[in-house]
């Protein structure tokens, strides 16, 4: 049964940083392309960054270049999102995934953790 737990949100203030990590279970984490999701109140999941297999981090969205990066321990089935110079519109539930599109194709979500970016 594939799954997913994030932990590591909390509250930030604008310009600082948080590392967010997640533990996966239930398939080959180390041969899997892995993603972290975000979500926004009342919208739909959206891919924030996704990393190949070997640690590649591939594709950040626009809005994060830059400030995001993404890494993974295959050793322990974990990846982390390192986000830096974080924004108010960063505040969301982050949740990671394998990476898949389209994203509704995904199955497996674990409860995420919300991160919230406020002074």
């Known amino acids: 049964q594939v799954q997913f737990v994030e932990s590591g949100g909390g509250l930030v203030q604008p310009g600082g940083s948080l590392r967010i990590s997640c533990v996966a279970s239930?398939?080959?984490?180390?041969?899997?392309?892995m993603g972290w999701y975000r979500q926004f109140p009342g919208k739909e999941r959206e891919l924030v960054a996704h990393?190949?297999?070997?640690?590649?981090?591939?594709n950040p969205v626009d809005s994060v270049k830059g400030r995001f990066t993404v890494a993974r321990d295959n050793t322990k089935n974990m990846v982390y999102l390192q986000m830096s110079n974080l924004k108010p519109e960063d505040t969301a539930v982050y949740f990671c995934?394998?990476?898949?599109?389209?994203?509704?194709?995904?199955?497996?979500w674990g409860r995420g953790t919300q991160v919230t970016v406020s002074s």
């Open positions: 995934n394998r990476y898949w599109i389209p994203i509704s194709s995904l199955s497996g």
């Open positions: 239930g398939f080959t984490f180390g041969a899997t392309y």
């Open positions: 990393i190949s297999p070997r640690g590649d981090l591939l």
